[in-house]
């Protein structure tokens, strides 16, 4: 099956600073990836959909200055994380569609921990 | 708008009982469905999905997923529970234009009593 890494899976940083989370699709080239947020014991909140070389599509209340998001390949996609304050902690997961493909399935990464103090 | 509900937040079975997680959705036409697995602080794992033809749906590991149109459910079953299955479990309905997004329910925690 399609395999989805993304790295760091854990990352500690100081308040202020900006941390970038990468996601690459290993076996197959990914048109359109998705980046999800998870707070302790909730659901995955979409946050952007990102696709292959061009601007991010942002859901309603999501910061697109806060959450940077570049598509630059179709086996990369990076989410960066501006100024992270402690309310910026959470899990990040991202996702991918194959390119060429209209059946909506997508796999996952395996996330990635953020935790700001 | 399209919107997923899992009205159980978690579940308690027994080993070897079986299990229905259930999962309703609310959507236009009939959407792609899909239930996924996450074992704690992993991503997501596809267990099965449903695009069209045949309502009753097998996925991985025992578990299956029927499509109820007239009852806009797609509630996921395993005859028998195996400890290794305590999870939580997301239902996702998935558009069918071309965003290709996916909605999540708010997931049920399974717990697997020995």
């Known amino acids: 099956g399609a395999v989805v890494s993304q790295h760091p899976s854990r990352v500690i940083c100081k308040s202020g600073t900006s941390v970038k989370i990468e996601c690459r699709s290993l076996?197959?080239?990914?048109?359109?990836m998705f980046w999800y947020r998870q707070f302790p014991k909730q659901s995955l909140m979409l946050m952007a959909t990102?696709?292959?070389?061009?601007?991010?599509?942002?859901e309603q209340g999501v910061e697109k200055d806060k959450f940077l998001i570049n598509h630059a390949s179709l086996t990369l996609s990076t989410l960066t994380v501006t100024s992270a304050h402690p309310e910026d902690s959470s899990f990040y997961i991202c996702?991918?569609?194959?390119?060429?493909?209209?059946?909506?399935?997508?796999?996952f990464g395996e996330g990635s921990r953020l935790t700001v103090l | 708008a399209q919107s997923v509900t899992q009205p159980d937040i978690h579940i308690t079975v027994s080993e070897g009982a079986s299990l229905e997680l259930r999962c309703n959705y609310s959507?236009?036409?009939?959407?792609?469905l899909f239930w996924y697995v996450q074992s704690p602080g992993q991503g997501l794992q596809l267990l099965l999905k449903?695009?069209?033809?045949?309502?009753l749906v097998q996925g991985i590991k025992g578990f299956e997923a029927e499509f109820k149109r007239s009852q806009s459910s797609f509630n996921l079953r395993k005859p028998s529970v195996h400890w290794s299955d305590a999870a939580e479990y997301f239902c996702?309905?998935?558009?069918?234009?071309?965003?290709?997004?996916?909605?999540f329910g708010s997931g049920t925690r399974l717990l697997v009593r020995p």
């Open positions: 996702s991918a569609r194959v390119a060429r493909t209209d059946t909506g399935e997508l796999f």
């Open positions: 076996d197959f080239q990914a048109t359109t």
């Open positions: 990102s696709n292959e070389g061009s601007k991010a599509t942002y």
């Open positions: 959507y236009g036409a009939t959407p792609y």
């Open positions: 449903y695009f069209s033809g045949d309502t």
């Open positions: 996702a309905v998935g558009a069918m234009d071309s965003s290709y997004k996916l909605i």
